[in-house]
Structures are given as structure tokens and as C-alpha cells.
């Protein structure tokens, strides 16, 4: 590797890092206790926790069978294939807060279907907890689907063939053999799945809005909380950067698998 | 990759991640004292949210009188802007929509003269155009039924709020608390809340898209907006500004906006 490359690695490393040593350093270290325990900072984490596992479990119910899809597609002509993996992609690069505005124009109270819902139902998503999972949801299935169908490419997948002439019916091969299969990818994918929910902003403060308990999330939570209480905010910040170290620690190498074309 | 890179790409690339670290460790211009016309600068100025398109006209318009100066503007809540301040953001010009947020900027020592009164403005009852929501007073802030945007009580526009729904006696039953007057706005706009309080000029700005609804009580609460330069490189630009703000002209295009003599 050339020495000038070098330099310039060691500045991407710097980065990425330097600004999560500013962090660490500059946290109110002597009142973190305080902070992290104090009424509206508990709120917010509880209304995270309670979204973010419900979104997972949303995501693994629609996103496994997604991602089976997904890898079934590779029998498929090109033009399918690839716009199905564009469709799943697209949430993954797609900036949050664009991702609220379109949930807002499809879920909106003058949404394609919100408008539908407010009329018919009398029925309004903006501004509840159900945004909140649904804004989750979209912006972190990608992570799932990607890592499941990961798992599935990756695997053996001749026993589930072998069952299959052994006359094992298609559910019985799914709950007894690829399930079973793509279980690791499974797990990494829906912790993965949990960081990216807990770390939802832009589209939740678009979609759902800020209400302390209702729609204020940690994410939320700390940005308000530099109008009044930085310190406050950087408590906030470092929970949630907790959550991302514990993960990776949890996962070690089992990484998302990369956007392939 | 898959060519070899060449040892000038890697330099190139070097010195353009180098430049890139010095542009992010930030660097203010420093305009020299030339009596008369003005050096070319650009200065940047932190406005509040509500201020958006009156200082966008201002701005035009003090860059038409001064060739070769370039005003940047950035907008938010005025909270926020203070907090990036503090922080070393580069700004030579701080404008906020009340003088609590301006006396942190003051008390933490970033601001490089004391600050002067431009403008004020009231809040209103505001609501999508049509009023689906049947909206006559502030009274109906409390209704549960309906959706209801305000200010966060952390920011200018929600301390205000604040303060005149105390006078009134209301308790608001909010949907949403947001962070800067414009993110109220754009709920009214789009349709997604029946009624909030907003200031005077954002009715105006929003055009037709949003209803003032005249309520009892709210001007119980006025905000005086104070704008003052800041940095420790204070600039001639930025001192000229301030001054072609607080002119008849500058009034003039504030006045057209909806704001209040100071």
C-alpha cells in the first residue's frame, strides 16, 4: 500500500472516530447518573424500547418472507430482479426525513391512503406511537432483508431439496429446514434491524411528529434537548451509543452483508 | 479498484481529504477596515426559523448594494442556532426570535457587541386553509379532538406560546410539540393539524395555504428580536449588516413581512 494512501486511511479513520472521542470527552460525566435517570430522558427511552421491538418484530414478519423472495429472484428475469432489490434498497439510502415526507403523503390525513383512513375510519396515523413503529419499520427492514437473504444465498441449501423429495410438504421444509437454516442470519439481521428503529429520526420527527411519551423517542429527545439542556442531549447520545457498541460487540463479524448488485 | 492507482490520484486524493479536515476545522474571513465600499467577504448569518423570507429579501438586497459581498444564511430555531454558536460555529451575524436565547450567546461570550432590537412579532391562531377543524378561539387549543401543533416550551415560539396560553387560562392538549415555528407551519400546510400558534408572519408567508384566526389573547406575549454580530473576527460586513437591518430600508422589507417596529 502506497505511504500516501496511508495518510489518507489514517484520516478517514480519524473521521469516523474523532467526533465519538468528542463525545466521550466532552460528557458530563459527574451528572450522567442524573441525567440519564431523569423523567423525560426515562420517557423517551421507554417509548425507543417498547417502538423499536415492536418495529423488529414487524420487520421479521414481513421481512423473512421478503428475503426469500429475494433470493428466489435470482431464477428470475434480470428486469424483476433487479427492481425488486432496487425496492429494497432504496429505503436503505434514501435520507430519513424524505422517507417521513413520503409516509406523510401516503399515510397523511391528506394522504393517498391516510385521506381514505381520516374519511372512512375516522381514523388518523401522524402524531401516535403507530407512526412512530411505522417509520421505524420502514427505515430499518432493508437491514433484515439484506442480512436474511444473505444467510439464505450463503448456505447449503441441498437438504431443503433432499427433504423435499423425501415428501416433505413446502411449509414443512420452511419451519424444519430453512428456518433452522438462516437462523443466525435471522438473529443478526433483526439486531441490526433494532440499532437502526432505535436510532430513527428524520422520519419519525416528520411522520410522527414530538410528544413527550407518545412520539418522542431518545433520537428526538436529544435534539430538543440542545435547545435548552446540552448536557442532557449528550447523555442521550451516549445511551444510544452504548446500544450501537453492545451490538457490534454482540455481532463481532457477522456484518450486514453489502448492497450487491 | 481495479487499476493500479496512480501516485498522483493518491496525492490529489490527500491533499483534497486534508482540505477538507481545514474546511471542517473552520475558518472566518477577516475583512480589513476599508472606510467607504466594502471588501469582498461573505459573511454567514444564523436568523431564526421566522425570519426565513424577510432576511432572504434583505439579504438579496444588501448583496445588490455591496459588490462582491456574498451573504450565506442559515435558518432554524433560534435555540439551536445559539447552541452551534457556542459551539464555534463560523457565524458573524446572530439574529434571534427572543432575547432569553440571545443572552446565552452574550453570557457565553460569543457575542462581539451587545445586541439591538430590529423587530417584534405576535403569535396567532392559525389553521389549514378552509378550517376543517371549525376553529374559532384559543380555547379550542385544549380540544382533544382535534390535532393540535405548538412550539416546544424550550424554544422562542413554545415560551411565547406558553405565556399566552397561561393568560388565557388554556391548557393546550398538543399533538405535537415542535422544534421551530417553520415545522408548525409546515403541519398546518399540509393539513395534518387543525390549529396552531404561529407568528404573524408565518400566515403571511404561507400564502394561501394557511388561515389567521383572529383570538382574543394572543398578543399577550410579544417577542422582541435582537441581532448582533458574534466571533471574535468581527467583521465591517457584518457590523454594515446589522445596520442596513435596523435602516428604514431594512424595516421597510420587515414591515412588508408582518413584523413590528422594534
Redesign the interface.
Known amino acids: 500500500m502506497p505511504a500516501p494512501l496511508v495518510v489518507v486511511a489514517v484520516v478517514a479513520l480519524a473521521v469516523l472516530v474523532l467526533p465519538l472521542v468528542a463525545l466521550v470527552v466532552r460528557a458530563p460525566w459527574a451528572e450522567l447518573p442524573a441525567l440519564v435517570t431523569s423523567a423525560p430522558v426515562l420517557e423517551a427511552l421507554r417509548l425507543s424500547l417498547v417502538t423499536a421491538s415492536i418495529a423488529t418484530a414487524v420487520c421479521l414478519a414481513l421481512g423473512v418472507p421478503l428475503a426469500m423472495l429475494l433470493a428466489h429472484s435470482a431464477d428470475a428475469p434480470a428486469p424483476v430482479r433487479r427492481l425488486l432489490r432496487a425496492a429494497v434498497t432504496v429505503p436503505l439510502l434514501l435520507p430519513p426525513v424524505v422517507g417521513g415526507i413520503a409516509l406523510l403523503l401516503l399515510l397523511g390525513r391528506r394522504g393517498l391512503v391516510g385521506g381514505w383512513l381520516a374519511e372512512t375510519w375516522g381514523v388518523t396515523i401522524p402524531f401516535t406511537t403507530g407512526a412512530v413503529v411505522i417509520a421505524q419499520v420502514f427505515v430499518s427492514m432493508p437491514f433484515l432483508v439484506f442480512a436474511v437473504e444473505g444467510a439464505l444465498s450463503g448456505a447449503d441449501r441441498r437438504v431443503e431439496q433432499a427433504a423435499a423429495t423425501l415428501g416433505a410438504s413446502r411449509w414443512q421444509v420452511f419451519r424444519h429446514m430453512t428456518l433452522p437454516l438462516v437462523a443466525p442470519g435471522i438473529a443478526a439481521g433483526a439486531v441490526l434491524c433494532f440499532t437502526r428503529a432505535l436510532g430513527e429520526f428524520g422520519a419519525t420527527i416528520t411522520f410522527a411528529g414530538s410528544l413527550p411519551g407518545v412520539t418522542r423517542t431518545l433520537p428526538v429527545a436529544s435534539y430538543l434537548a440542545l435547545q435548552s439542556d446540552p448536557d442532557e442531549a449528550i447523555a442521550i447520545a451516549l445511551v444510544l451509543l452504548a446500544v450501537a457498541v453492545a451490538v457490534l460487540l454482540l455481532l463481532r463479524d457477522r456484518w450486514v452483508p453489502g448492497v450487491r448488485a | 479498484m481495479t487499476r493500479r492507482?496512480r501516485?498522483g490520484a493518491?496525492?490529489a486524493?490527500?491533499s483534497v481529504?486534508?482540505l477538507t479536515?481545514g474546511a471542517l476545522g473552520g475558518c472566518s474571513g477577516s475583512g480589513a477596515l476599508t472606510p467607504g465600499d466594502l471588501p469582498a467577504a461573505t459573511i454567514t448569518v444564523f436568523a431564526a426559523a421566522s425570519l426565513t423570507e424577510s432576511f432572504e429579501a434583505l439579504a438579496a438586497e444588501f448583496e445588490a448594494a455591496h459588490p462582491g459581498v456574498e451573504v450565506a444564511l442559515s435558518f432554524g430555531?433560534s435555540?439551536?442556532l445559539a447552541?452551534q454558536i457556542l459551539e464555534g460555529a463560523p457565524a458573524d451575524v446572530f439574529a434571534s426570535a427572543d432575547e432569553a436565547t440571545m443572552r446565552r450567546v452574550v453570557d457565553g461570550g460569543a457575542t462581539a457587541a451587545d445586541p439591538q432590537i430590529f423587530a417584534t412579532n405576535a403569535l396567532t391562531l392559525a389553521v389549514p386553509a378552509g378550517n376543517p377543524g371549525g376553529v374559532t378561539g384559543l380555547a379550542d387549543l385544549a380540544d382533544p379532538g382535534l390535532?393540535i401543533?405548538l412550539c416546544?416550551p424550550?424554544?422562542p415560539c413554545g415560551a411565547t406560546a406558553v405565556s399566552v396560553l397561561d393568560a388565557a387560562g388554556v391548557t393546550a392538549a398538543?399533538?405535537?410539540?415542535?422544534?421551530d415555528v417553520k415545522a408548525v407551519l409546515t403541519?398546518l400546510v399540509?393539513?395534518?393539524a387543525d390549529a396552531g400558534l404561529v407568528y404573524r408572519t408565518d400566515v403571511i408567508a404561507a400564502g394561501d395555504a394557511v388561515e389567521q384566526i383572529e383570538a382574543e389573547g394572543t398578543d399577550a406575549a410579544v417577542n422582541a428580536y435582537p441581532i448582533a454580530p458574534v466571533g471574535a473576527a468581527e467583521t465591517a460586513t457584518a457590523r454594515e449588516f446589522i445596520a442596513f437591518v435596523r435602516s428604514d430600508a431594512g424595516q421597510g422589507v420587515l414591515a412588508d413581512a408582518g413584523f413590528g417596529a422594534p
Open positions: 492507482p501516485r493518491a496525492a486524493a490527500a481529504a486534508l479536515v430555531g435555540a439551536t447552541s390535532a401543533a416546544a424550550e424554544v398538543p399533538d405535537t410539540l415542535e422544534q403541519r399540509l393539513g395534518e
